[in-house]
């Protein structure tokens, strides 16, 4: 087992994971942005050493400072968390030829995973059902449109490098399609310095899920169930659940039969999520990520199981500390994402916390990292919060949600919470009736 790991986040997940770390009995030393000297995470831990000034890019994607920083304090191993550089394959080589365990896959998996049409055709040969679509890039019209023309409009055109809902636009009919490829090429280019796009059908209504699964080091994968994380705004996730209420428990083990096979298969290492559209009883493979999720917290509340003790012990050559069959799934869970933002318009909302209170009680957990009196710096994204509630079925978990979102108080700043609050006794939600348009579609009414 690591005598010591270096925590290379901030915020609620560096708090989560440090929070692991101690459980096991492991040092921890977390870096940290001159702006988040005054972070919860950094009192917490053992050791911390500074490594630049506010922009991510100095700081917390600066990989020579972080290198420095576990040989100064003879770290042996770094959890990236998520965001900042838990998928960059090359700071996973980099610790690796420094004799530092990357709490993560290898950087092979990460860098064809990363690439997203190299990741639908291995989705695909390891018999991952996916999007229809072109097989590789698409650069001319010509070839977009035949392509179209088989698959059928409407059809979305995706950046292979993109990310965080970036990159991707949708062509109605085939008059769209030569506009929508151009400057979903150019912004591609833009945003990510390769401009590389493919087409794929465009799903009106699909849910997006996702499953949860884990390579144990051994070649053996195991799946934790799926989550569903359909109610998303601007392509970004704002509330998940799990398990899905659109599964059954004969559909869940389908899919995850097949995804944990194919983790197995690709030799897989440590936590990944394979994430689909699910449309029609039907899953399409979209993207696979490789790191522990923001949403992770749902799973683990209905499995009992901490998926960081998991990801530090497969790192460290110990394994998982379960089989599939002593994975069980009890209940449900849902988490709200609670950012620092105008419940109406989303636009940040930095400045200091005067008061911050949060719920209790059977069910609740919380992961933040504020505190009362904090100052949210604004130079990193806005989430804050999560609260996670869980219940013995949908229904008692939707009645402790409710009763908790009412103990919740931020002072001093705008949040997300009023927004649950709504959701939370919308019939619609109540039923599990939603779509990954819904939010969007309820917001622009509300307005
Ligand atoms: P990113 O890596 O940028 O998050 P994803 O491929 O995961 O991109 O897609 C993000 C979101 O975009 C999905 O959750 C879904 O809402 C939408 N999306 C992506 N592909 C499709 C598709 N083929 N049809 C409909 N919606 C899609």
Known sequence: MFQKILIANRGEIALRVLRACKELGIQTVVVHSTADADAMHVRLADE???????????????IHQIVAACEITGADAV????????????????????????????????????????????????????????????????????????????????????GGGRGMKVALTEADLEIALQTARSEAGAAFGDDAVYIEKYLQKPRHIEVQVFGDGFGRGVHFGERDCSLQRRHQKVWEEANSPALNAEERSRIGGICAKAIADLGYSGAGTIEFLYENGEFYFIEMNTRLQVEHPVTEAITGIDLVHEQIRVASGGGLSVRQEDIKFNGHAIECRINAEDPRTFTPSPGTITHFHT?????????????????????????????????????????????????????????????????????????????????????????
């Open 48 to 62: 911390s050493v500074c490594i630049g000034p506010p922009p991510s890019r100095d700081s917390y994607l600066n």
């Open 79 to 162: 959890h990236p968390g998520y965001g900042f550089l838990s998928e960059n394959a090359k700071f996973a080589d980099i610790l690796v030829a420094h004799n530092i365990t990357f709490i993560g896959p290898s950087g092979d998996h990460i860098r064809i995973m990363g690439d997203k049409i190299e990741a639908k055709r291995t989705a695909k040969r390891l018999g991952i059902p996916v999007v229809p679509g072109s097989d590789g890039a698409v650069t001319d019209e010509k070839e977009a449109k035949r392509i179209a023309a088989e698959i059928g409009y409407p059809v979305i055109i995706k950046a292979s490098a993109g």
């Open 359 to 447: 719920p209790g009680g059977l069910g609740i957990r919380v992961d933040s990292g504020v505190y009362s009196g904090y100052k949210i710096p604004p130079y990193y994204d806005s989430l804050i919060g999560k609260l996670i509630v869980h219940g013995r079925n949908r229904v008692e978990c939707m009645m402790r949600l409710r009763r908790a979102l009412d103990e919740f108080v931020v002072d001093g700043i705008k949040t997300t919470l009023p927004l649950f609050r709504d959701l939370v006794g919308n019939a619609d939600i109540a039923n599990g009736d939603y779509d990954i348009h819904w939010l969007e579609k309820y917001l622009a009414k509300e307005e």
